[in-house]
């Protein structure tokens, strides 16, 4: 007996010693905002205070306003290459959400569905801007039509790319997301930060792990130990439910472009023709062999079929300068677009 508690003994014992080993290696302390800041602003980059935060947002190009809403830990840097590209033709705003980016923590500490509406609200009042074109990624997508059954007359037009909104299956989970979620792990996750699973996270992004480069990575891993930015990331992810929203998206009838990368294994393809089965107003369009991020990855040709979706009325729907239809029914939903050379998706194991 004596020897078996002297074995548990010593595997309890290298167990703290390993665990000691991981804290010491992967322990970071929370990086300034003003330091982040001076590296991670642009020329066009601009502050507004918007429920006792001071709000990072950049702004270019004039036109029609295109507000772009980003997904989960990342910030408005995702969008650089649309918003170089789509601001010849369109103001194009981006926004760091509140416990994201330079914009950091919310002061209350409140990251629900209800909060992130009122804050979309205010800040889109505060910038001066009223009846806009919406475009989310991800989590962002998930905002971004919510928003739109929320408030449907100030989104005019809306692309939603790969968003969530459906509930997931346990499978489908980044590990740093279920790690995030545990009571213990999620309060460690504000102190031991790995850089290793900011790489697999972004790997898992991306159809073509070539877009994954180091500098990506130290800028996704320096916003998240931005002060107060992994402790919002734990209490988003530990507080904030899906909801059962996803049930009123036919009733939606802001019209709508979805775009998808059939290799997504953050949230399956599925999802995507559940998406414009589900919207009257929503077409889609597969980009074969790419992943959960088609901004970034087919970034020319994502950004064109948004131009063509708001300006050339290539998907049936009513030009930008016609007035919005203020009641009556919805129109019957608009096929499925594909890319005609892509072969039909496949899942992602």
């Known amino acids: 007996m004596r020897k078996v508690l002297k074995w548990v003994g010593r595997i309890i014992l290298l167990f703290i010693v390993l665990l000691g080993i991981v804290v010491a290696v992967h322990y970071h302390g929370d990086i300034p905002r003003a330091e982040l800041?001076?590296?991670?602003?642009?020329?066009?980059?601009?502050?507004?205070?918007?429920?006792?935060?001071?709000?990072?947002?950049?702004?270019?190009?004039?036109?029609?306003?295109?507000?772009?809403?980003?997904?989960?830990?990342?910030?408005?840097?995702?969008?650089?290459?649309?918003?170089?590209?789509?601001?010849?033709?369109?103001?194009?705003?981006?926004?760091?959400?509140?416990?994201?980016?330079?914009?950091?923590?919310?002061?209350?500490?409140?990251?629900?569905?209800?909060?992130?509406?009122?804050?979309?609200?205010?800040?889109?009042?505060?910038?001066?801007?009223?009846?806009?074109?919406?475009?989310?990624?991800?989590?962002?997508?998930?905002?971004?039509?919510?928003?739109?059954?929320?408030?449907?007359?100030?989104?005019?037009?809306?692309?939603?790319?790969?968003?969530?909104?459906?509930?997931?299956?346990?499978?489908?989970?980044?590990?740093?997301?279920?790690?995030?979620?545990?009571?213990i792990m999620g309060k460690a996750s504000e102190y031991v930060t790995p850089k290793w699973l900011v790489r697999q996270s972004l790997r898992k992004s991306f159809g073509d792990e070539k877009f994954v480069t180091e500098e990506m990575v130290n800028r996704y891993y320096e916003l998240l130990l931005s002060e107060g930015?992994?402790?919002?990331?734990?209490?988003?992810?530990?507080?904030?439910?899906?909801?059962?929203?996803?049930?009123?998206?036919?009733?939606?009838?802001?019209?709508?472009?979805?775009?998808?990368?059939?290799?997504?294994?953050?949230?399956?393809?599925?999802?995507?023709?559940?998406?414009?089965?589900d919207m009257p107003n929503a077409d889609l369009i597969l980009y074969k062999d790419i992943g959960h991020l088609p901004m970034e990855e087919v970034a020319e040709e994502s950004a064109q079929h948004t131009k063509d979706f708001l300006e050339k009325s290539m998907l049936g729907i009513e030009p930008p300068s016609a007035p919005p239809a203020e009641s009556g029914e919805a129109e019957a939903p608009a096929d499925i677009v594909e890319e005609p050379t892509e072969e039909a998706p496949t899942e992602t194991e």
């Open 37 to 183: 800041q001076k590296k991670y602003t642009y020329e066009e980059s601009r502050f507004i205070e918007v429920e006792g935060m001071q709000v990072h947002y950049r702004t270019v190009g004039q036109g029609q306003p295109l507000v772009l809403i980003h997904g989960t830990n990342a910030s408005l840097h995702t969008w650089e290459a649309w918003t170089d590209i789509l601001s010849k033709d369109y103001e194009v705003i981006s926004v760091d959400l509140p416990g994201y980016g330079l914009t950091g923590p919310h002061p209350k500490q409140d990251y629900s569905l209800d909060a992130y509406m009122e804050f979309l609200r205010k800040f889109l009042k505060a910038a001066g801007l009223d009846r806009v074109y919406m475009a989310g990624s991800s989590f962002g997508g998930n905002l971004t039509w919510n928003y739109a059954l929320k408030y449907p007359k100030q989104i005019s037009k809306m692309v939603l790319v790969d968003p969530s909104g459906y509930p997931f299956k346990e499978d489908d989970i980044l590990l740093a997301f279920k790690l995030m979620n545990h009571p």
């Open 229 to 277: 930015n992994r402790k919002a990331a734990a209490q988003r992810i530990q507080n904030f439910s899906i909801g059962d929203n996803w049930k009123k998206l036919n009733t939606i009838k802001t019209p709508t472009l979805i775009l998808w990368g059939d290799k997504d294994q953050l949230i399956k393809v599925e999802n995507a023709k559940r998406f414009a089965e």
